[in-house]
Every structure is written in C-alpha cells, then in structure tokens.
C-alpha cells in the first residue's frame, strides 16, 4: 500500500526557512507529478506546489511564488519543499500527494499525517 510520510515542520520565526520533506513507500510515484498542499486551523486544504515528473516544470500558488520552491528526487522517491522568507500566515500543517497534473487537482494517494509548521511573529 502506498504511504506518503512528511517530515522537517517545526517552529521558526519570521523570516526563517525550513526545508519539508515527503517520502513515499509501497509504491513509486516517479511518473506522477507531486505536489505539496497545507491546511491551516478553521481552513480548508489549499494547494501550494507542484512539480511535474520529471522536475522540469513547477507550480506555485499565489501566496508563496518566490518564496517556496520544490523539488524532487525520484531516485529517492522524495520531494522537497524549501520555505524561504516564512510568515506567521504559512502555519499550517503541510501534506504532499501525487497526481496527473501540477495542481494535483485528483490526489492519487491517501493523506498522510502531514508536519506541523508554526510560524511566530
């Protein structure tokens, strides 16, 4: 059975980075696309990244272009994402998930735990 286990959440201040990881098991994901999502407290899941199979394209929302990038490394079937400039606003727990397209509009594997990242001002 597949499983997507997320990793490197934590506390940072303003202005900090943190580096997330997501490790999948059970199966490989290196011809789907992958992508990273965040649910915040009283707020629905929103989509915040994806990067295409092969790595060459990416996608961000809004709110964390130039800020946020990920990355992947099929070999390892793993997928980054570097969060650069952080704000109180990008506290959420953060989850990855696979799919056909760079939005990961239809998630093909269950959720996972997700990591927890608190941003304090």
């Known amino acids: 059975q597949a499983q997507l286990v997320e990793s490197g959440g934590g506390l940072v201040q303003a202005g900090g980075s943190l580096r997330l990881s997501c490790a999948a098991s059970?199966?490989?994901?290196?011809?789907?696309?992958m992508g990273w999502f965040r649910q915040a407290p009283g707020k629905e899941r929103e989509f915040v990244a994806g990067?295409?199979?092969?790595?060459?394209?990416?996608y961000y929302s809004d709110s964390v272009k130039g800020r946020f990038t990920i990355s992947r490394d099929n070999a390892k079937n793993t997928v980054y994402l570097q969060m650069n400039s952080l704000k109180p606003e990008d506290t959420a727990v953060y989850y990855c998930?696979?799919?056909?397209?760079?939005?990961?509009?239809?998630?093909?594997?269950?959720w996972g735990q997700g990591t927890q990242v608190t941003v304090s001002s």
């Open positions: 998930n696979a799919g056909p397209d760079l939005t990961i509009a239809t998630p093909r594997s269950s």
């Open positions: 059970g199966r490989t994901f290196s011809s789907y696309a």
């Open positions: 990067i295409s199979w092969s790595g060459y394209s990416t």
